[in-house]
């Protein structure tokens, strides 16, 4: 057994107030098979970074144990695949990796393919039968399954999960609980490590912010009722002070030693209950520092006047004789919560564009609602520039319900003067949800809306769409959330 062991890591980056981590210790076993999550932004890549040795810090990582990153790099991605496999471990014997290209089901003759030609899920495969190549390694794994549909997700679990020494990042449910056997999780005070898969930790998570949450509730009580009782008691200790000077109702002489001391005794005990009320203040402030705010959302939706928005009829898409998808029909309906499903380049981007009112080539009967708004989610993320005010008046939303949204996901006050482009890929896509969730439309179409969005801020969004129904098209490849949102499946095929 090997250890890697974090003692005392305190770390921020250059120009910055804030600490990513501050003080963090853990121990790992290089035989787990660990689950890493926490919120965007909180240093889970940054965490595998300093793993790595990429930046300095104080305090001590130490291990045997030599660290593999994934994904890695590919520089020349117009070179055969068996190229870019020897670009990255050239001592790599054909045998094993045909070993794991079966366990991936991946064909030989990918090897014999230009890597840019291979789908995203299959060059994700690729690299991941190159990662557990490399024995006496530690595998840090960082998000997977952004480009992988449905199927091939299943497939990469399986995979891992006959693996281990790893730690992966990822905020697909499902997918971690088919595959870990710890979870490591990016607190908001602190990083800490649990037996057990996704779910468990979900589940003891819940319970202890509902034990704090009904700790810091009863404090509060006890505070306020202890602040009453000391103001009470030291009103009574000075009206008895009082008396010292003055005479009994009777006119007979005062016993000033007697009053005396019962003042001292009222005294000592209105400074007991401050003490007690000092004391509950102090427990309570112990509380809450990991609780992670999951407000409820609200959503601006439109009616529109006709009950049905979409009507698809036999519809094919086609790029000159290439046939992306064929004779797809469906209707889209207010209210209707639909699910473009199957697999990667079966033309579920291409349908959405179309829908969305691109020039997009096609054959059959495609109708669509007369002035009918649509608020568009898209995959891509790489224009987005600029601080958020200016995002909010370029796009004519409201600026405070849209940073208020963006708070409840667990936005920070400082993230708002930074520039979008600075975001990491889930607060980006948190961008663009808040922004959809701000424009007024009869419906909505996102396109792998939750691509680097943290579990937690996945939850609050299906808790918004169950809440407020609004009508919704969207192509997503988490099983937990498709299953939860989902009142239509349409299932296309390549």
């Known amino acids: 057994m090997s250890l890697v062991k974090v003692t005392n890591l305190t770390f921020a980056y250059d120009g910055s107030y804030d600490n990513i981590f501050e003080h963090v210790s853990l121990q790992i076993d290089t035989n787990w098979k660990l689950g890493f999550t926490g919120r965007n932004g909180r240093g889970k890549t940054t965490f595998l970074n300093l793993l790595l040795g990429r930046y300095e810090y104080s305090g001590t990582i130490s ?27 050239p001592d790599y014997e054909h045998w094993q990796l045909m070993r ?15 890597f840019d030609s291979l789908s995203n899920g299959e060059q994700t495969k690729v690299l991941l039968a190159v990662l557990f190549l490399k024995e006496n390694s530690f595998l840090l794994i960082d998000e997977p399954t952004n480009h992988l549909d449905l199927h091939a997700r299943k497939l990469v679990s399986d995979y891992l999960n006959d693996k281990s020494g790893f730690i992966l990042v990822s905020h697909d449910r499902a997918f971690l609980d088919n595959c870990v056997d710890h979870i490591i999780s990016i607190n908001r005070t602190n990083i800490e490590i649990q037996k057990g898969n996704f779910s468990d930790w979900w589940e003891n998570k819940q319970r202890q912010d509902n034990f704090e949450l009904a700790e810091n509730d009863k404090l509060r009580k ?19 002070e009082k008396t010292k ?36 203040i102090e427990d309570r402030s112990q509380l809450l520092k990991n609780v992670d705010s999951s407000e409820s959302l609200k959503i601006s939706q439109m009616t529109y006047h006709k009950p049905q928005l979409v009507e698809l009829d036999r519809v094919s898409i086609h790029y000159g004789e290439k046939n992306v ?10 209210g209707d919560r639909i699910v473009l499903s199957g697999p990667n380049g079966s033309g579920k981007s291409s349908l959405l564009k179309l829908i969305c009112g691109e020039e997009i080539p096609y054959s059959g009967v495609f109708r669509k609602g007369s002035q009918m708004k649509i608020s568009y989610v898209s995959q891509d993320t790489s224009q987005l520039q600029g601080n958020l ?15 208020a949204i963006l708070r409840k996901l667990d936005f920070s006050r400082l993230q708002f003067e930074k520039d979008i482009a600075s975001f990491s890929g889930g607060q980006k896509k948190k961008v663009l949800i808040a922004n959809s969730l701000c424009e007024r439309a009869h ?18 969004i299906e808790e918004l769409l169950l809440e407020h129904s609004p009508t919704i098209l969207f192509v997503e490849h988490d099983s937990e959330f498709c299953k939860h949102i989902a009142t239509k499946i349409v299932e296309l095929k390549v």
């Open 63 to 89: 291990s045997n144990v030599s660290f593999e990153y994934f994904p890695f790099h590919v520089e020349h991605k117009e070179n055969h695949t068996f190229d870019v496999i020897a670009d990255i471990y």
């Open 100 to 114: 794991e290209f079966s366990l991936l089901k991946l064909s030989e003759d990918v090897l014999y393919r230009p």
């Open 222 to 240: 006890d505070i306020k009722r202890l602040s009453e009782a000391a103001k009470r008691t030291s009103n009574w200790s000075h009206e008895v």
């Open 245 to 280: 000077n003055g005479t009994r109702n009777s006119g007979s002489k005062v016993d000033k030693g007697y009053i005396g001391h019962k003042a001292a005794k009222m005294m000592k005990r209105s400074k007991s209950i401050e003490q007690r009320q000092q004391s509950a």
């Open 325 to 334: 998808c064929h004779d797809i029909s469906f209707t889209v309906e207010q």
């Open 389 to 403: 005010s200016e995002f909010a008046r370029s796009s004519g939303i409201d600026e405070s319900l849209f940073k």
């Open 443 to 460: 419906l909505h179409v996102w396109d792998e809306p939750l691509n680097f969005v943290d579990v937690i801020s996945r939850m609050q």
